[in-house]
């Protein structure tokens, strides 16, 4: 099976772990069934899922974006969350974006503005929420499903988690 955590890497006091340059994500969707996002074409995906070990647990999906750019888009935004009115930041493994809650709809022209400027800004890599009683509207204490199903050397089997 392949691995796509590449390395972890500490900054500026915080650890950021990269993954390989096709992984998009995880998640369990509503059928609790694993789901893994690569950025690949329809081929590959074929591929991976007719040779993959996780037996019917565990199904490859086309996705747009690579993780390591989700998380370059909200490494950028989270400085400016307070200049921005930015409740909560966060990656949406489902919806392959960087989800952000704002106070009010002006922020968000300001946040594309300064990731043009960056070289960062695709327009659906974002979900703009506005919110003005300033309350978050998801969950911020969301886990990493990819670090969840690896024990630190190698993938766990899911076929063993029976």
Known sequence: MKTYMTKETAADGQETTEYSDDFAGVFI??????NIGVVADKAQIQSLQTTSELCEQAIYREDTYTYNYLQEIMSVIEPKMEEYGIFTIGISERDNNVFVDLGNEDSSHKIVAF?????????????????????????????HAADMISDGNDVVPLCALN
């Open 29 to 34: 969707d509503d059928d609790g069934i694993l």
């Open 115 to 143: 990731l043009e400027e960056k070289g960062l800004y695709s327009r659906d890599a974002l979900s703009f929420r506005v919110n003005p009683d300033g309350t978050n509207t998801q969950n911020a204490n969301m886990a």
